[in-house]
């Protein structure tokens, strides 16, 4: 809220008012006069308001009315009063409603309360206020509150002090600031100055406007005040300190010059009054020597008084800064004052603060730039600018040559007051820099002196510490080492400024003259001479002083970045003085670093004659003779490397330490950025790099640059880490030196080549004698001249590569040698490299003449030499390889110069060429040049120096190969075009063109120098390249054989495939069987390589699935050459050896391979995918496992797929054949020929051993036994049409037999489930699937193949007696699997029960289809079926499995239930006959078997068993016993026997008595006796002999009932209490059951067809039974009551049975 606006002024009034009561409160009392004053002003206030609009002007127009209360208050001089009323004042001068007159009244009630010593801040408060708020005070007024504010300064209050001086500052602060603000709103009009009188600079002071009248009396009173006299303005003032008053002086100068450069009263005051007061203030200092006693003086304050000295700097460095235009004489002399201060005999604290005050003149480039214009190069006038300099320079060599006091040789840094402030060091230079240690903190160290060097301020800023110490009275103690620090950094600031200036003005003098040529090209330019006079002058000025302050720091300095900012320093002074064109400093600077580059005192001539002159001169500063110092002998720097100087004569060893490798790279720098300028100190510069180059053990590397190098002799050269991490930088650096060559012209530089090549012939001369190791410097920068001049290289490329090829390649010094070959290669490498005009492509000249120096090389016998040769040829490739053209078979000869003697590095080298060249090159070189390429790539191939490459170089033939596919037209084209001009030229000269592979055409040519070098690599006594040519010959061909012509195959098959099958079987078939312990060094090799025979083995697979592929996949292109069927002859000839060759490996393989041929089928001749031969016989396709793991690494592209992409290179298209041709793919001479291998094949490996089997033969594998009855199915479909029961057998005997195989114990845990499994193995599937393919085939064949069935069958049945008897294999012993012991040379015979259980299911099922037919009849399968079902019927619980016998009795009842009719049907053919007693004693084996059940059956399980019996018994009674009629009555007898046999019921003894009555097969008995029941009361009884046997059987029964009976009853008595024994309890049981079913039948039965001889024994029974009765056992009575139960149906005698006992 402004204060103008209305709510601020209704509060002001409201406000004034609230304050006018409450003083009118206060002094109703004592002061009445006070109180009227107030409420007449209260009256005052609102007669304003109501009448005036603008309120606050009405305010200030009254407002001395309006204050006088107020005043009136603070007259009473009550505090509280005067509070309040203070406060009402300072809220109307807030508002600004004070006029002149009352602002007067209020500073006079203010000084009074002053002189009263009343509220003191609020008096100064006030004044601030009133002086802030507005400008209404002026002249006395004003002057009256200054005056009042610095009495307040001098009062005893140390706050009020305090807020007194503040209040001044701010107060002449106001005043200033008023006066430049009144000029800011007069500035557009011009005033009319009154004329001067005379040569006065004073004008009179009423010509001021009045804001600037005031500042002028002020600044006026307050250098009298100084001055110690009486001010004129400032009436009142009772005292004064001069420290105050520079103060104010200080801050008047520094923050207004603008007030003084403008107004001419402002500038004569400085020039009349400050100047002069600031030299008579100095007089003290000057004249004060440290030491000197003061009695001379004649007064005690003439000692110098650093308050006072040090805030004269300050006005001082401000003067200069701001007014150096104005007071050119007076700033002369406060220069040369300053420069006494830093006299050695000056207090240690006046030199600190003249130091700092030096370094603020350092940062102002542009000042010196005007001292040196005004004094430096005016004739009579003093050298300023160049006595700063030396001073500086003296005041650092004073540091050390004459150390302060406090400072002995050994010292900490000294802690002062005001010391903590400067980041001193923590605790000094443990035991002092003499002892040699490496100190922590940064410091300068010079024969004993130790100062430290502290961070003072930041680069290119003069921040001081002393100059700015304005509390304190006393001299504060100087840390040491702080003036030395502030020196320095003025040194460095002072370098810095000028450099930066001057390069600054160059610069653009430069642009200057740049844009003047391109506006006038004709005329010269012309630059201004002043500006570099000047600069010269300064350079000239200060370089003496400089070098030598630097050239002792450098000397002197522990510290890496000070040596940094020291080197820096002379560099650019070296660089800017070279600019100049002033000679001899450059060359002092640059000796300068150059000497701090090498070791102390070592001898190199140049230097030493260079410096000579330097040294002898001695600047004299201001008297004292400054030296400029040689260096200290004792060194504190870390050694980082020692090393030999260069000489012809062996010397000892010479050191440098990490400040020399400091200065080396400076040099470097200096050379690299500024070469331009050092004109003649390029000797200096290079002659010290030789040298150091040679003490740092640096060798040249590639392109000539020097790099770090071990040393030859041993520990001559010893480098620290530290330097190696520079050595690179400072090698590159190095390196750049050279380039400047480019700038000479034709003649110098042949003038340069020759020096070189002569100091080259010395270097040589020198390692003739000894083994010492020659200097290389001249060969490398040799090349590095021959690098850089290579637009011109024609001119010198003779001379250059004739003298390295001639001298330094054939050098006995291997050093000397590389590094010819080093230089020979890198000169050729760039030539090539570089963008000649016009480009090599068009000047083949030049390119030979660069590349011939390559072929040259070969004829150096050196090995490394060669192997430079190599390398070099690689990078051309790398760089050039696509611009070599006609230098290809110059190049490709240099690769492929290899030989096995030549060392496997060479080796490597070349190959790595030949790698390039094949990825990249092969489409930029001419086409006749890839033959080459194919050769060198399978010399390198067959080489047997390193495994890797030949590996590697048949992977180059395969990508060669690729090239060859892609780029086919192409290359066609190319060479059909090269062939006509060759066979032109061989008819011109009447000879024949002689080429590899002639008649084919030029591209198949060069497909079969490819295959013919992959086919000899697969022959190579290397099994890793075997194997690999092999992948890569048979993939070549696969992808890319359709390219070649239809003839061109016929080569490939005969000449190549075959061949090479030959060629592997042959040392197959004749590899080494001894054990290969390791593969060369420690590589380990797995058991299943680990012999020659094994890897060959390998081989021969790889060979073979190959060729069987290729058959496979070129079929029709094959089968369209005449010779097919022999080709097709002998690759069966070859996989029959294979699949019978001992080797598990290869005969599995060479089954997959007869697979993969069989699996031809018709390519497809639309979109489908081909087709399994298989999907449409529904064999699942599992079962023919296609060669996928052992197969070549490369997936195949199908190629047929190919079809439409390569009828373009082939005339004759590839279509499928035309429909007549797919009978001829049929061909059956091909399945027959095929079957006959396999027969042989089978019949060969399943031949059981003849004879005794110690010696262990050969036993074939699960895989190829399975693999091999797996080609079964698929060859039958082929072959079937003609499949005879001939060839049946043959098929029995081989599947037979390879069932019968065992296995090793080492391969069953994977073959073999475990025992308890019932899983069939995949070998018994493929048996299994062979036998259900026939017999689907049989099943939808013709009549005349029905005759199989039974021999299916034969087959089968053998497979089932497998389940109790396995088969045997020879003589062979074979062992359990269970029993067998892993990884021990035993066989295993197979778990035969899943595959004889699997076969008897099979066995039903087909019986089910079969049973009717004529052969199955005739053949008497049936019979053949029971009678191998007795087997395991009979053995029951003594097969090997359980499962067996229950699968055979299901099998048997679903055979009988099938089988019965028809037996019955056919009854009269007597084809049966045979079959009843077979079946007979099949029931009689199996349910009164002789085997007792295993101990550990459950209960269940007996119950279960009994069921199965039961079973039987029914199927008895449903389908045999019925038809009794039909079926032979020596049967009938046997089964009513077997079923009377079973209703008797017999207990085995060995059953605990718990489980007697569930073991007595009680169920079974019953249903037996239920049976002969039902047979014996059937009335179809037809014979008496039947009838006779069921008659007999019941009475049997019927008597043993009764004798059973009766013993129990005797028994029961005997016993008492005694229970009876559980077995005749069970039988009593028993017997009841008997009667009680007896009598249901009786009662079912036709009451005729009983015999009376049976009732009347039933009857006889009842007493017996009534007698029982007595029993106490609970069991035998509920048995008894259902056997008593029927008889109550004798009780009446029916009718028919009295009509039957009297017929």
């Not at 240690?437 to 290119?460: C, D, H, K």
């Not at 013709?1342 to 089968?1356: C, D, G, R, S, T």
């Amino acid at each position: 809220m402004s204060t103008s606006s209305p709510e601020a002024v209704k509060k002001l009034l409201e406000n004034m008012q609230t304050d006018l009561r409450s003083l009118s409160m206060e002094c109703k009392k004592k002061f009445p006069p006070v109180k009227e004053a107030a409420e007449s002003g209260i009256v005052k206030i609102k007669t304003i308001a109501a009448r005036n609009t603008d309120i606050l002007a009405a305010l200030k127009e009254n407002s001395s009315e309006v204050v006088q209360p107020f005043l009136m208050g603070c007259g009473t001089k009550e505090p509280k009063i005067t509070q309040l009323c203070l406060a009402a004042i300072q809220r109307l001068m807030s508002h600004e409603v004070v006029s002149e007159a009352a602002a007067g009244n209020i500073i006079n009630m203010l000084w009074q309360l002053m002189e009263n010593g009343l509220e003191e801040l609020k008096l100064l408060q006030t004044v601030l206020v009133l002086l802030t708020t507005n400008t209404v005070v002026h002249d006395e007024v004003l002057s009256k509150a200054i005056v009042l504010c610095f009495r307040l300064h001098f009062t005893k209050d140390n706050i009020t002090n305090n807020t007194a001086a503040a209040t001044v500052r701010q107060v002449v602060t106001v005043v200033f600031e008023r006066m430049v603000a009144e000029d800011e709103r007069f500035k557009g009009i011009v005033e009319q100055q009154p004329p001067v009188q005379g040569n006065t600079n004073r004008r009179s002071v009423s010509t001021l406007r009045p804001s600037a009248k005031d500042a002028y009396m002020l600044f006026q009173d307050l250098c009298q005040l100084v001055n110690a006299d009486a001010p004129y303005w400032l009436v009142g003032m009772t005292e004064m300190t001069r420290t105050f008053g520079l103060e104010l002086l200080e801050s008047v100068l520094n923050d207004f010059p603008g007030v003084f450069l403008q107004h001419q009263e402002f500038s004569f005051l400085l020039k009349e009054r400050v100047c002069p007061l600031v030299i008579k203030l100095f007089s003290p200092n000057i004249k004060f020597r440290q030491g000197s006693s003061s009695a001379a003086s004649p007064a005690p304050v003439e000692k110098p008084y650093f308050p006072i000295c040090m805030r004269l700097l300050r006005v001082v460095s401000v003067l200069i800064k701001h007014f150096y235009s104005l007071l050119v004489t007076e700033c002369e002399i406060f220069l040369s004052l300053l420069v006494k201060f830093l006299d050695g005999e000056k207090p240690q604290w006046l030199r600190a603060v003249a130091v700092e005050s030096v370094h603020r003149l350092c940062v102002q480039p542009h000042l010196l730039r005007s001292f040196c214009q005004s004094y430096d190069m005016k004739q009579h006038s003093t050298k300023v600018f160049r006595d700063i300099v030396n001073a500086l320079g003296s005041f650092i060599q004073s540091l050390f040559i004459v150390p302060n006091a406090s400072t002995a040789a050994v010292s900490a840094p000294a802690g002062g007051s005001g010391s903590g402030t400067q980041g001193t060091a923590q605790g000094g230079p443990g035991t002092g820099g003499v002892s040699g240690n490496l100190t922590t903190q940064a410091a300068f160290e010079y024969r004993g002196t130790w100062i430290p060097l502290m961070t003072v301020s930041v680069q290119g800023s003069a921040k001081a510490t002393y100059l700015e110490m304005l509390d304190k009275v006393e001299p504060p103690s100087i840390p040491e080492g702080y003036a030395m620090s502030v020196a320095f950094s003025a040194l460095l600031d002072l370098v810095r400024g000028i450099t930066s200036m001057i390069e600054r003005e160059l610069a653009t003098e430069e642009e200057a003259a740049a844009e003047f040529r391109e506006a006038h090209p004709d005329q010269e330019w012309q630059p201004q001479p002043g500006a570099h006079l000047v600069w010269e002058e300064m350079v000239s000025a200060c370089w003496c002083g400089l070098l030598a302050a630097l050239s002792l720091l450098l000397d002197a300095s522990t510290d890496e970045t000070a040596t940094e900012n020291i080197l820096k320093a002379e560099l650019t002074m070296a660089s800017l003085c070279g600019r100049l064109g002033l000679v001899t400093p450059r060359d002092a600077f640059i000796t300068a670093i150059c000497k701090a580059s090498l070791p102390p005192h070592y001898a190199l001539t140049v230097l030493s004659s260079n410096s000579a002159n330097l040294s002898s001169k001695a600047y004299s500063i201001q008297g004292q003779s400054v030296q400029i110092i040689s260096p200290s002998s004792e060194s504190h720097q870390q050694v980082v490397a020692v090393g030999q100087p260069l000489t012809a004569q062996p010397q000892g060893t010479v050191v440098l330490t990490a400040k020399n490798i400091q200065c080396m790279r400076t040099l470097l720098n200096l050379a690299h950025c500024h070469g331009a300028v050092l004109g003649t100190s390029w000797q200096l510069v290079l002659a010290t790099l030789q040298h150091l180059v040679w003490i740092l053990g640096l060798k040249p590397g590639v392109g000539g640059a020097l790099k770090p190098g071990r040393a030859v002799e041993g520990p001559s050269t010893v480098l620290t880490t530290a330097v190696m991490t520079d050595l690179p930088v400072i090698s590159n650096i190095l390196s750049r030196l050279f380039e400047s060559s480019q700038y000479l012209d034709d003649v110098s530089l042949h003038h340069l080549i020759n020096a070189l090549c002569s100091l080259s012939l010395e270097a040589m001369e020198m390692a003739y004698g000894n083994n010492k190791e020659p200097s290389l410097f001249a060969v490398a920068k040799l090349l590095e001249t021959g690098l850089v001049n290579m637009d011109r290289i024609e001119i010198l490329w003779r001379p250059l590569t004739g003298h390295l090829l001639e001298k330094v390649c054939q050098h006995p010094n291997s050093r000397m040698r590389e590094w010819g070959a080093e230089a020979l290669t890198a000169l050729i490498k760039a030539g090539l490299a570089y963008k000649h005009d016009p480009p090599l492509a068009q000047n083949q000249r030049l390119q030979l003449l660069l590349l011939n120096p390559l072929k040259e090389l070969s004829n150096v016998l050196h090995a490394d030499i060669r192997q430079k040769q190599l390398e070099s040829v690689l990078q051309i490739l790398q760089s050039q390889g696509d611009s070599l053209g006609p230098g290809w078979p110059l190049v490709l000869g240099v690769i492929g110069a290899i030989r096995n003697d030549q060392g496997e590095s060479l080796i490597r080298t070349a190959f790595q060429c030949l790698q390039l060249v094949v990825t990249d090159f092969l489409p930029t070189m001419p086409c006749t040049c890839l033959q080459i390429v194919v050769d060198v790539a399978g010399s390198f191939g067959l080489q047997n120096q390193e495994l890797n490459i030949s590996l590697t170089s048949i992977g180059l033939l395969w990508n060669i190969s690729d090239y060859f596919f892609q780029r086919g037209e192409a290359i066609t084209q190319e060479l059909e075009r090269e062939e006509e001009a060759l066979q032109k030229q061989a008819q011109e000269k009447g000879e024949t063109l002689n080429r590899p592979f002639h008649p084919a055409p030029p591209f198949d040519c060069l497909w079969l120098c490819l295959y013919a070098k992959l086919g000899e690599l697969c022959v190579d006594p290397r099994p890793a390249v075997r194997k690999s040519a092999g992948q890569t010959l048979f993939s070549t061909i696969a992808a890319h054989g359709t390219l070649l012509q239809q003839p061109t195959w016929h080569i490939v098959i005969w000449k190549v495939l075959f061949h090479l099958l030959d060629c592997v079987r042959k040392s197959s078939t004749t590899a080494d069987k001894e054990k290969i312990e390791s593969g060369g060094g420690n590589i380990l090799i797995h058991h299943s390589r680990d012999t020659a025979e094994k890897q060959w083995a390998e081989t021969w697979v790889l060979t073979l699935a190959g060729v069987a592929r290729i058959f496979n996949t070129r079929r029709y292109l094959l089968q369209q050459l005449g010779d097919f069927f022999e080709a097709w002859e002998v690759l069966l000839n070859h996989i029959q050896s294979a699949a019978l060759s001992k080797n598990n490996e290869v005969s599995l393989a060479a089954l997959k391979s007869f697979q993969e041929i069989l699996q031809i089928v018709t390519p497809v001749k639309d979109s489908d995918k081909a087709g399994d031969a298989f999907a449409a016989m529904g064999v699942p396709p599992v079962l023919i496992d296609p060669l996928s793991a052992s197969g070549p690494g490369r997936p195949l592209v199908r190629s047929d797929s190919l079809v439409e992409r390569l009828t373009r290179y082939n005339g004759a298209e590839l279509q499928a054949p035309p429909p007549g041709e797919e009978s001829a793919l049929e061909d059956s001479a091909l399945w027959w020929s095929a079957w006959n291998t396999w027969y042989r094949t089978g019949t060969d490996s399943t031949r059981p051993p003849s004879g005794p089997t110690e010696k262990l033969s050969f036993i074939p594998s699960q895989p190829f036994l399975t693999a091999l009855i797996q080609i079964f199915p698929a060859l039958y479909q082929h072959i079937k049409a003609n499949f005879s029961m001939e060839d049946l057998k043959k098929l029995g005997v081989i599947l037979h037999g390879a069932v019968s195989v065992p296995i090793s114990s080492d391969a069953s845990p994977f073959i073999l489930p475990s025992y308890t499994e019932a899983v069939l193995t995949s070998l018994q599937e493929a048996v299994l699937t062979s036998l259900d393919v026939l017999q689907k085939a049989i099943c939808v064949g013709p009549e005349n193949l029905q005759v199989m069935y039974p021999a299916i069958f034969e087959q089968l049945l053998l497979f089932v007696e497998f389940s109790c008897k396995p088969p045997q294999y020879g003589r062979m012993e074979t062992k359990h699997v269970a029993n067998a012991k892993y990884n021990q040379a035993e066989w295993v015979a197979l778990n035969y029960v899943p595959f004889a259980e699997r076969s008897l299911e099979v066995v039903v099922d087909l019986y089910h289809k079969t049973a009717c037919h004529k052969a199955v009849i005739n053949e008497q399968v049936l019979q053949n079926i029971i009678k191998t079902l007795r087997m395991p019927l009979g053995l029951k619980y003594a097969c090997p499995s359980e499962s067996t016998w229950k699968l055979a009795v299901s099998s048997l009842l679903k055979v009988l239930s099938i089988g019965l009719p028809v037996a019955r049907q056919h009854a009269s053919s007597g084809k049966f006959d045979t079959m009843w007693p077979e079946l007979a004693n099949a029931f009689e084996d199996f349910l009164f078997t002789k085997s007792t059940p295993p101990d550990n059956l459950s209960i269940q399980e007996f119950q279960k068993n009994e069921a199965i019996d039961v079973e039987v018994v029914q199927l008895i009674s449903t389908e045999i016993l019925p038809f009794a009629n039909f079926i032979p009555k020596d049967f009938v007898g046997q089964i009513m026997a077997m079923l009377n046999r079973g209703s008797i019921h017999s207990q085995s003894p060995s059953f605990t008595e718990a489980e007697i009555d569930v073991r007595m097969r009680e169920e079974f008995s019953k249903v037996c006796f239920e049976t002969l029941l039902q047979f014996s009361f059937s009335n179809k009884v037809s014979t008496p002999q039947e009838g006779y046997i069921s008659r007999m059987a019941l009475s049997v029964l019927l008597k043993r009932s009764q004798d059973v009976l009766r013993r129990y009853v005797e028994d029961e008595r005997l016993s008492g209490r005694c229970p009876l024994p559980r077995q005749q309890v069970t039988e009593i049981i028993f017997v009841l059951k008997a009667i009680s079913t007896l009598m249901d039948s009786l009662k079912k039965t036709q009451p005729e067809n009983v015999d009376g001889n049976t009732w009347a024994q039933v009857i006889a029974l009842y007493p017996t039974l009534v007698e029982c009765i007595t029993c106490s056992s609970s069991e035998v009575s509920s048995a008894l009551k259902e056997a008593l139960g029927p008889f109550k149906d004798f009780m009446q005698p029916p009718v028919s049975r009295v009509q039957n006992g009297e017929s």
